[in-house]
């Protein structure tokens, strides 16, 4: 990974504090700000090609890595939304400035919704404008914890399992092992769900999923579209697509929507 821009915000205290590893690259606006899935990080190959893409155009961007992800601190177990969505918050406010484009991959997408409305409700009770300017959501696994592991995923004995012992273990189908899923995670997402709910986000969204995405099934990301119903939404399906979107052509289609919404030329 490259280390050009590398710093660590402290965040909690305490037993609680943890650092957020975050790149933060200067360039004109509006700047892009990256938010990951869920066991995933701020280097993988469709943020580093976001990032190539925003240098190579003189645009700012920035990417973070959440506690117990990547090059942060803290013990992935502690995660949850709340959390993650803290984090996410915190490093927007402190290490951007003027208008952004937010592009969340899975997981990230959720934040990235959750993000916008924080920030919108944070700006009109300081009577300032948005700065979220539009958000590019990649197989957007909204609401995951709820509706595609504890509904989905989990048969009654793993839900009572997990609420048993405090957590489980899922195989992970990308080589990275097992990995963890707590009892904390499930019952705080429920804080955190939109789905079923009328959303507003008052910018532009796109979202980009493949039919052939094994994890967040193409029926449920569309799902999305009956919730933002009062926002400017492109949705595109790529027939052949799978969940991580990584192959030339996907992240050419990611590319071209995030220059759509940063309305700048190359």
């Not at 925003?54 to 949850?80: N, P």
């Not at 079923?196 to 979202?207: E, M, N, S, W």
Request: charged share 25%.
């Amino acid at each position: 990974m490259d280390q050009d821009g590398l710093q660590f915000l402290t965040l909690g205290h305490g037993a609680d504090e943890r650092q957020i590893a975050v790149t933060a690259e200067p360039g004109r606006q509006p700047g892009l700000f990256w938010l990951s899935g869920f066991k995933s990080h701020m280097n993988g190959s469709k943020a580093e090609a976001l990032a190539a893409h925003a240098t190579a155009r003189g645009q700012a961007v920035t990417r973070m890595d959440y506690s117990g992800h990547g090059l942060s601190g803290g013990a992935f177990e502690d995660g949850t939304i709340s959390r993650w969505l803290e984090e996410a918050l915190a490093v927007f406010d402190r290490c951007t400035s003027g208008p952004q484009v937010l592009i969340g991959s899975s997981m990230g997408g959720w934040l990235a919704l959750r993000l916008t409305q924080e920030h919108r409700k944070a700006a009109l009770a300081s009577g300032q404008p948005s700065r979220i300017r539009g958000l590019v959501l990649i197989a957007p696994a909204t609401d995951f914890t709820e509706e595609l592991i504890w509904k989905m995923r989990l048969d009654e004995e793993g839900r009572e399992r997990l609420m048993r012992d405090g957590r489980i273990e899922r195989p992970s189908a990308y080589g990275d092992g097992p990995y963890a899923i707590t009892r904390q995670l499930i019952e705080d997402g429920r804080n955190h769900l939109l789905l079923d709910k009328r959303l507003t986000t008052g910018c532009p969204v796109t979202i980009l999923q493949g039919r052939e995405d094994p994890d967040v099934p193409w029926q449920h990301a569309s799902r999305l579209l009956e919730a933002l119903a009062e926002d400017d939404v492109i949705f595109t399906l790529i027939p052949d697509g799978d969940h991580r979107l990584s192959r030339p052509q996907d992240v050419d289609l990611l590319l071209q929507a995030v220059d759509r919404l940063s309305g700048l030329k190359a």
